[in-house]
């Protein structure tokens, strides 16, 4: 792990796929580490990565995205099989963080120091909904400017710029924005000094268009059967999870990292 970063994370690798073990306790700690290291100039932008199942296998080929994960400031599981998975080979566990819950615990980390956010993504009234019902949550926390999902390419320089000069601690991203994560790859050195952090249907639940899975629910791992009902493609998926569970079993017999 970078060693400007003073809080205990420990990187870890999953099948070669980089993985982070942040204690909750100390998360706060390690989020203004990287925003302190980002402030002196140390490094320039620090991504987040919520990493799935689906994402750790995307991750291992040799592309764009696996590209991303590779250069991540932080990358936590929320997939139960991704913490499994790491157990079965490490045995160490990593703590998986639930999307909502960690996007509402960073917020509240940078509202304890009146930090910033800027949010991108989203339909005009979902990107309202949600600044207005942050401003209520969050009333200390700054946010420095809004842009919808779905903009034009002329546009994306305005973008960038606004982004620039808004200069925000948390660059949040959801839906609707070309290439979602990738969109911050391609455009990192055109972005200020700060976090960055994708997340799909973060706006939407912000704005209680969409309900989040229950605790109960994503503790026993079964989040993506509520997501199969709303993308029926996804019960397909179940056959990249057995490729995963055989991946697993070679690398544990050889010993591989």
């Given at each position: ?22 204690p ?13 290291a ?15 199942l ?5 991750a291992?080929?040799?592309n ?9 400031a ?8 991704v913490a499994?998975?790491?157990?079965f ?11 909502f819950?960690?996007?509402i ?19 005009p009234r979902i990107?309202?909904k949600?600044?207005k019902?942050?401003?209520q ?8 400017g ?6 034009k ?9 606004a982004?620039r000069?808004a200069?925000p ?10 290439g ?6 391609r ?6 000094a700060g ?26 791992g079964l ?5 199969c ?10 056959f ?11 690398y ?6």
């Amino acid at each position: 792990m970078d060693s400007e970063i003073k809080a205990p994370v420990e990187r870890i690798s999953v099948l070669k796929v980089p993985l982070d073990i942040v204690p909750e306790e100390t998360l706060a700690e390690t989020i203004y580490g990287l925003l302190k290291a980002d402030n002196e100039g140390i490094v320039k932008g620090k991504n987040i990565v919520l990493l799935s199942l689906w994402d750790l296998l995307r991750a291992r080929g040799a592309n764009e995205y696996r590209d991303f994960v590779q250069k991540a400031a932080l990358i936590l599981p929320i997939s139960k099989s991704v913490a499994g998975g790491a157990r079965f080979l490490t045995g160490k566990t990593p703590v998986r963080y639930m999307p909502f819950d960690f996007i509402i615990k960073l917020l509240t980390i940078l509202e304890n120091r009146e930090l910033s956010v800027y949010l991108l993504g989203a339909k005009p009234r979902i990107l309202k909904k949600t600044e207005k019902n942050l401003r209520q949550t969050f009333p200390k926390l700054q946010i420095v400017g809004r842009f919808v999902g779905n903009f034009k390419r002329q546009d994306e320089n305005t973008i960038l710029e606004a982004i620039r000069k808004a200069s925000p601690s948390l660059l949040l991203i959801g839906k609707g924005v070309h290439g979602e994560e990738r969109w911050i790859a391609r455009n990192a050195g055109h972005l200020n000094a700060g976090l960055r952090l994708w997340c799909s249907d973060i706006f939407d639940v912000f704005a209680e268009r969409k309900r989040r899975p229950s605790r109960v629910v994503f503790d026993r791992g079964l989040e993506w059967f509520g997501y199969c009902f709303q993308h029926p493609l996804y019960f397909f998926r179940i056959f990249p999870y057995f490729w995963y569970k055989i991946l697993l079993l070679v690398y544990r017999v050889f010993k591989k990292k």
